[in-house]
DNA sequence: CATAAAGTCTGTAACCGTTACAGAGTCAAG
DNA sequence: CTTGACTCTGTAACGGTTACAGACTTTATG
């Protein structure tokens, strides 16, 4: 199968399939005689594997490990515990985060009573050190 | 006042504050004789200003905005409330998105009983389409 | 069978916001 | 005069794509 056919099968555009393989994420791909990638059944799966990982913020390093633990049945699910655990972690992090930027912002912007530029307190909030 | 100094007033990183003058965020700066930049006071100020919008998460794009707007005195503050709201609406946005991804993060993680790869629920949901 | 259209290839650059580095020049203190 | 700290420019890297350009192949239509 061609490239256009995987993309429409995984979900993955054709350029970020290319990408996947460039960068040691996705399989190496057979040619055809005139040089197109190949793509089997496998390849599908890997990319499905992919776009989902990466749906849930995954980064491409994370996947490229899950995806080699992912090869070694026999292996303890120890180690993809801990990877979800962490990027869980981050996450949750990021929220926090996120979630503090929201107050502040809230904060300064409460304190406008929509005047001129020249009284406006968002401005003399963000200069404020 | 030179690069240095002002990177220890302002609190930005050396090649930050080139990086912004490059863009157009900065104010250009004076030049030495020798070609050494040339900083003043309000230049400090708007490097601490951008560095606190920055940490409030806002693009350099929106901060472009709010420094030609803060030059603009007699203008009135909506279209920085304008920003603002944007910015906190995007902030929101975001926090929801990765709740989710937390939430079902957690929905694999939690099916995950301790055995091999072979068996593992994280992959196998990973997997899923 | 010729041609047009769709698909694919490679290589390169753009996006964002920095940061890092190389190699050259400048300045102040000892 | 030399050493060290500072600054300059230009370029490339980071992550994760996406978007080209220009060449080639395959498929569909006349």
Redesign the pocket.
């Known amino acids: 199968m061609?490239?256009?056919?995987a993309?429409r099968l995984s979900g993955c555009?054709?350029?970020?399939i290319?990408?996947y393989e460039r960068v040691g994420i996705l399989s190496p791909t057979a040619r055809?005689?005139?040089?197109?990638?190949c793509y089997a059944d496998h390849h599908i799966q890997q990319l499905r594997f992919i776009l989902h990982a990466?749906e849930l913020g995954f980064?491409?390093?994370d996947i490229r490990e899950l995806l080699s633990l992912k090869e070694q049945p026999d292996l303890s699910c120890q180690a993809v515990d801990s990877i979800t655990e962490k990027h869980l972690h981050g996450i949750r992090n990021r929220i926090r985060h996120l979630e503090s930027l929201a107050r502040e912002l809230r904060r300064i912007s409460a304190s406008c009573s929509g005047g001129h530029i020249a009284e406006c307190r968002i401005l003399e909030a963000l200069g404020k050190p």
Chains 1, 2 share one sequence.
């Open positions: 061609k490239i256009g056919e993309s555009h054709i350029e970020t290319r990408y055809s005689e005139s040089g197109y990638r990466r980064s491409l390093d």
